[in-house]
Nanobody, 123 residues
Framework: QVQLVESGGGLVQAGDSLRLSCTAS????????MGWLRQAPGKKREFVAA????????DYADSVEGRFTISRDNAKNMVYLQMNSLKPEDTGVYYCTSDPLMNTMRALTARYWGQGTQVTVSS
């Protein structure tokens, strides 16, 4: 089992930056791929970003490419999502996810999910 706890959400204005953090615990070695998904009010969950264990492979949704950066610190069992130039359409609950395979991130079928942290971007 892997437990994921997100933090760092909040209320910001359009154009601001925010950094989300996710702390992983448990059998993290068994689920090395980490990612972020989000769900806006009244909409389906969508893929945001993912990162491999080494950090050498990253994947971003087109809507956040160039504005968001995913990174990780394996020594601390943490993954981060740096969000710059935030837009109102980035509003939603952001979930940290973990799985053995990278392709589960875009498929929204990751094995482990956190509880989510709210990000609200006002215009």
């Amino acid at each position: 089992q892997v437990q994921l706890v997100e933090s760092g959400g909040g209320l910001v204005q359009a154009g601001d930056s925010l950094r989300l953090s996710c702390t992983a615990s448990g059998r993290t070695f068994s689920s090395p791929v980490m990612g972020w998904l989000r769900q806006a009010p009244g909409k389906k969950r969508e893929f945001v970003a993912a990162i491999s264990w080494s950090g050498g492979i990253t994947d971003y949704a087109d809507s956040v490419e160039g504005r968001f950066t995913i990174s990780r610190d394996n020594a601390k069992n943490m993954v981060y999502l740096q969000m710059n130039s935030l837009k109102p359409e980035d509003t939603g609950v952001y979930y940290c996810t973990s799985d053995p395979l990278m392709n589960t991130m875009r498929a929204l079928t990751a094995r482990y999910w956190g509880q989510g942290t709210q990000v609200t971007v006002s215009s």
